[in-house]
């Protein structure tokens, strides 16, 4: 027999696998933990059933020289700073001597079977009441582990920390070379994916010191292999300051980690506290970043729909027969909006968004949402933000008409909040000018006019919850949009100087309690997660968050590139994508192409419906219902990138049914798009994957109108896939796209 997947523990309890249905990751225990092994699954049999013997030995213990100390580069599960250690540590503490260093050995491991979950502890040798918990958690279909780490002081004394990873991850030597993906941007320019030569002697870190994720760097790597398509990939499950470190050293040994940075951080653990980091989720495929870009996002869909499965569940007492079997019977996907910031700013009215409401409805919208502006004094950036009251000059009746009439068109109704924040010209602020970050020897930076909320003092969070949620009840609100549009500067949170560095991670966990609450309040309430775009893109804020809106940049050539990098950790149903007008005076790009571009995601419209011809309307409604149609395969499908070049304009993507044979077909669309023609070559056939050699598919595709759709001949898997399909024939020119849906015939 096999070592099955899940976590199994050798005979002898030093050695730990952790298998996936691709993957195998050994961990070995002496005095020290190390990582023994992590790439394709191994067939382990005679672990289980022979003489014990795995095949994977032990490193070689020898260091190169006495410059170069073997345990720098020994591949620790958990390299602490101490002794011979140079390369990047994971743990950093005083302890109550004023020690500076620990000295870490292993003591004994527990397992969750049912959980697929494994805890390493190891103690201090002169101190053992300080114990760290390496805990592992398996993912055994997406080949995914997340990990993160606790400590525990049962010393009699507080000990500090001053540099906490979650992980780190040892990837095996190669002889060639490995290339690096990352995703760096700015705002309204987030998550473009950039490629480095992992070179020996590299050391690059990427960081944010923000307070937030941020739109200039993503919390993501991808370490891939071209000679075989070995990759590893990982994301941080953390909102708030990070960084993550990939160091390969000239021989090539290669150390990955990651967690919440160390920059101005300091944490103190009190006798018998424990504190823990955020997770890191890192996986393995040998299918290249197609075989990441499968797993990453499933992962996080798929924990999103428990987590929301699991909140339905909790409230099933308190709901009546009725409501139970709406929530059962709730769709996984998520509506289609309408959001009339791109078009209007701050200057809306109660009449104009029941207009618009009117006109959305008549799209096919779901859910109608009013962005910012709508509060007490918000007529521009200068003023409001904290007065969670309505403007009684654009709403004189509030906001509760509206809302009803959006419900009685048959559409939920949204909101716009931004609860960190607060304008100086504000009545809250007037009450409360020390409820911001701030020193009082220092002078209050402010961008885009406003000041962040201290949400590590509890009345701050008291007052948000009441106003939010009194507001989520007297509308009616189904979903909130959540911004957060300045990084935090000032930090200084009125905690004790023991303490006081702590205030990046704390205000996370304030955003995270009060989300929690209101989420508990209101089971059903969506949010979605916004940072001046995609500043808060992150996995962590999913555990709350339905969805995000992945940047304030919606032209059309711009998205391509945002989704092509984002929908590397993102599951499409997660990322919000809105057709709008932008770009559309320098740039006039035809309703179907920024339609297709939007089908990717969650759809959105955010166009100004007012200056909508009859004929767009009716072009936009088609659309929309085709969407519809299309969307459990949208949003809850495998999102591939098939082909993707900016400077030959081309872009392709595949999303595939996730359940192969739903209904006994496979569903498959096939997103395709050409932004310049300047030679009009014809192009190479484009070759689709994930389909049945042997099966044959009906193939129909839409190219500039929703109503025309064009039948083309039935095809077998191998004809798709190996001769393709003839892709000039709907991208004739510049700025033409197509929709194929492929069925099981
Ligand atoms: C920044 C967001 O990214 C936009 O979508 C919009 O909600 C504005 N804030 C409103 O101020």
Same mark, same amino acid.
């Given at each position: 027999?096999?070592?099955? $997947? ?13 298998? @996936? ?50 345990? @720098? ?50 103690? +201090? ?36 920390? &001053? ?26 320019? &987030? ?13 690059? $870190? ?19 292999? +071209? ?42 653990? &009190? ?59 709730? *769709? ?18 109660? =009449? ?109 969070? +008291? ?39 702590? $205030?990046? &991670? ?13 989420? =508990? ?21 999913? +555990? ?111 999303? @595939? ?56 001949? *039935?095809?077998?898997?191998? $004809? ?26």
């Amino acid at each position: 027999m096999d070592v099955p $997947v899940g976590i199994t523990v050798h005979p002898l309890g030093n050695r730990f696998y952790l298998v @996936t249905e691709n993957s195998t990751y050994i961990i070995g225990v002496s005095d020290l933990v190390l990582n023994l092994y992590w790439g394709p699954r191994l067939p382990l049999d005679r672990v289980l059933n022979g003489n014990g013997d795995d095949g994977i030995a032990w490193p070689d213990m020898h260091g190169r020289s006495s410059q170069d100390p073997w345990l @720098t580069s020994a591949p620790e599960e958990y390299p602490v700073f101490g002794g011979l250690r140079y390369g990047d540590a994971c743990l950093k503490m005083i302890l109550p001597s004023g020690t500076r260093e620990l000295d870490l050995q292993y003591k004994s491991y527990s397992v969750k079977k049912k959980a697929n979950n494994l805890t390493l502890t190891l103690v +201090d040798r002169t101190y053992p009441s300080i114990e760290v918990h390496l805990v592992y958690s398996v993912d055994v279909v997406n080949d995914i582990i997340a990990r993160n780490m606790h400590v525990f002081n049962g010393t009699a004394s507080a000990v500090q920390i &001053e540099l906490g990873m979650s992980a780190a991850w040892h990837l095996p030597m190669v002889l060639g070379k490995r290339r690096l993906i990352r995703l760096a941007g700015a705002w309204g320019a &987030e998550s473009q994916i950039q490629t480095d030569a992992l070179q020996p002697g590299t050391h690059l $870190v990427l960081s944010s010191t923000r307070g937030i994720p941020s739109a200039q760097t993503y919390p993501y790597m991808a370490i891939v292999d +071209d000679e075989n398509g070995h990759t590893y990939f990982g994301t941080l499950k953390w909102s708030g300051n990070w960084s993550m470190a990939m160091a390969v050293d000239i021989q090539g040994n290669t150390r990955w980690t990651g967690g919440i940075s160390s920059h101005d951080f300091m944490v103190t653990v &009190e006798p018998n506290a424990a504190w823990a980091t955020p997770k890191f989720l890192a996986g393995f495929t040998t299918k290249g970043l197609s075989g990441a870009r499968h797993r990453l996002p499933n992962h996080v869909l798929t924990h999103q729909l428990a987590l929301r499965a699991c909140r339905h569940a909790t409230r099933q007492a308190q709901l009546s027969q009725l409501h139970r079997e709406m929530a059962e019977s709730a *769709p996984k996907h998520l509506p289609v909006l309408y959001n009339s910031w791109e078009a209007a700013g701050f200057d809306i009215n109660v =009449d104009q968004q029941f207009d618009l409401a009117t006109k959305a409805r008549a799209l096919g919208v779901e859910l109608f949402v009013v962005d910012d502006g709508w509060f007490r004094g918000r007529n521009s950036d200068r003023a409001g933000l904290g007065d969670w009251f309505h403007d009684t000059t654009k709403f004189p009746d509030g906001l509760a008409p509206l809302a009803n009439y959006a419900r009685s068109l048959g559409m939920c109704f949204g909101l716009w909040f931004e609860p960190e924040m607060v304008n100086k010209d504000s009545d809250l602020y007037r009450a409360h000018p020390d409820w911001v970050y701030h020193y009082d020897d220092r002078r209050r930076s402010e961008a885009r006019h406003q000041l962040v909320l201290n949400l590590v003092n509890k009345d701050v969070k +008291d007052y948000l919850f009441e106003r939010l949620t009194a507001n989520i009840a007297s509308i009616g609100i189904d979903y909130i949009k959540w911004d957060m549009n300045r990084p935090i500067s000032e930090a200084g949170a009125g905690l004790a100087p023991e303490n006081a560095k702590q $205030v990046w &991670e704390l205000h996370v966990q304030g955003v995270y309690e009060l989300m929690g609450r209101i989420k =508990d309040a209101f089971p059903s309430l969506s949010i979605e997660s916004c940072s001046s775009g995609g500043g808060r893109a992150d996995v962590g804020i999913l +555990d709350f968050a339905d969805q995000c809106w992945v940047s304030d940049n919606t032209r059309p050539d711009a998205r391509l590139a945002i989704q092509h990098g984002i929908s590397l950790v993102l599951p499409p149903r997660a990322m919000v994508c809105w057709v709008t007008d932008m770009g559309q005076s320098d740039n006039p790009v035809p309703l179907a192409f920024r339609c297709h571009v939007a089908f990717m995601g969650t759809l959105g419209i955010g166009s100004n419906l007012n200056a909508y011809t009859a004929d767009q309307m009716k072009e936009l409604a088609g659309w929309v219902r085709l969407y519809k149609k299309l969307r459990p395969v949208l949003q809850l499908g495998f999102l591939d990138w098939l082909h993707y070049d900016d400077r030959a304009g081309l872009a392709f993507t595949m999303t @595939t049914d996730k359940n192969d044979q739903q209904n006994g077909k496979k569903h498959a669309i096939v997103l395709g798009f050409r932004s310049k023609n300047p030679f009009s070559f014809v192009l190479p056939r484009l070759r689709l994957k994930q389909l049945e050699e042997q099966v044959t598919y009906n193939l129909v595709a839409w190219t500039t109108y929703p109503t025309s759709p064009i039948s083309l001949n *039935p095809a077998s898997g191998a $004809v798709l896939m190996h001769y393709g399909i003839d892709a000039s024939r709907f991208l004739p020119c510049s700025w033409s796209s197509f929709v194929l849906s492929i069925t099981t015939a």
